[in-house]
């Protein structure tokens, strides 16, 4: 996946034509995973007939699409699943074509964009239509983007997963909130520098998440674009406190749902709605607020994967491994925090020397690093 990201790259830096990386996107789709964009042709076929005949569309088809994405991840066996890579987040986003009069390859053509399709973001009907004026340093900041999310996936993703599957203590819960999020922003990074360069906007999946007080605002800002799925299309009116905790439920069942119907995905999304109520009740106390992020990260990858550690601390060290590890999330967060203003500020001064310093480290890494292998998120 990342060797065909980094050519969509370079013929995007080429082009800067949205129509060619469009087109290259699909291609690659319909090469890589036929049977997913068999599917996507289905649906949008499906989808223009719904839009003629079916009333009350919003809710039913949010329903349907939970409905399948359930199927698609408990019942069906795990050589089928691998043939159908990236088919959970095209469901979240047929929910934005209904009322949409666009063609059968307008409608395939977005769904099967390969930057986005896999791993996200959902990305809007108009997010393709935004057209930007591109001057040299708006293409030095999407070359950047790329370029840090190309870093994460080969370098840091690399370590992060190393330490989280060769350790069985209670560190490994937080070894792999570090390799899940290295993974999945790396794609969401990647998939924004392209549409950058290629001149429209995809929306950002991940706001600084790990900066968040408590769990609602850590879901807010990750994976935004499911999030707000979620607000869109399975809403309930707010008439008092049962129907904003209802809302709570809804959300955090649909997330559970998208991951699947096992045991500790069912536990994942009680434990969440749960965790929902009790911060509530302590958002007065910020220091008691901080310490219950705290032990969620700490023990919610446990809930997640239906593990649990054999050991408090770990009973083989690779201290180099570690401190590689602590180096990286280190970058991760610096770069949350401080990103933008230095990014900027580098840009402002030096942007045709950063457009050829991130072509150059792309290039190096393409030939030089092993580059190709699945993103953690593209199996749900």
Not at 184 to 196: D, E, N, P, R
Request: charged content about 10%; proline content about 2%.
């Amino acid at each position: 996946m990342v060797t065909i990201l980094i050519l969509i790259y370079f013929i995007s830096a080429m082009t800067n034509s949205k129509d060619i990386v469009i087109f290259c996107g699909v291609l690659m789709s319909c090469v890589l995973y036929p049977v997913t964009f068999i599917l996507i042709v289905l649906l949008a076929f499906l989808m223009i007939q719904f839009n003629r005949f079916v009333k009350n569309r919003e809710f039913i088809l949010a329903l349907a699409v939970l409905f399948l994405i359930s199927f698609k991840n408990t019942l069906l066996s795990t050589d089928i699943k691998e043939n159908l890579l990236g088919l959970s987040f095209v469901l979240f986003q047929v929910c934005y074509y209904i009322k949409e009069d666009m063609s059968l390859y307008t409608i395939v053509s977005r769904l099967s964009f390969f930057p986005q399709m896999y791993c996200g973001p959902v990305v809007k009907p108009s997010g393709f239509a935004r057209k930007k004026k591109m001057n040299i340093k708006s293409l030095a900041l999407y070359h950047i983007i790329f370029s840090v999310g190309l870093f994460y996936k080969t370098y840091i993703t690399y370590i992060t997963h190393y330490n989280y599957s060769n350790d069985d203590s209670f560190l490994n819960s937080i070894y792999w909130w570090a390799y899940m999020y290295s993974d999945f922003l790396s794609w969401s990074l990647m998939g924004i520098g392209i549409a950058g360069l290629s001149g429209f906007k995809m929306p950002v999946s991940f706001k600084s998440p790990f900066f968040s007080k408590n769990i609602s605002q850590f879901y807010r800002r990750w994976n935004a674009t499911i999030y707000q799925w979620c607000m869109d299309f399975i809403k309930i009116k707010i008439y008092n406190k049962f129907w904003a905790y209802t809302n709570i439920g809804i959300a955090t069942g649909s997330l559970a749902l998208w991951h699947g119907v096992g045991f500790n995905f069912i536990f994942f999304g009680v434990f969440n709605f749960i965790y929902f109520f009790l911060q509530n009740r302590m958002k007065k106390h910020n220091k008691l607020l901080w310490a219950s992020q705290i032990f969620y990260y700490s023990f919610i990858g446990f809930i997640f994967n239906g593990f649990l550690p054999n050991h408090f601390i770990p009973v083989s060290l690779n201290w180099l491994y570690i401190l590689l590890w602590v180096l990286s999330v280190f970058i991760m967060l610096f770069f949350d925090y401080k990103s933008f203003s230095l990014v900027r500020r580098t840009i402002n001064h030096h942007p045709l020397v950063v457009i050829i310093l991130c072509l150059v480290f792309v290039a190096f890494t393409l030939f030089f690093r092993k580059v190709d292998g699945q993103f953690y998120y593209a199996q749900f």
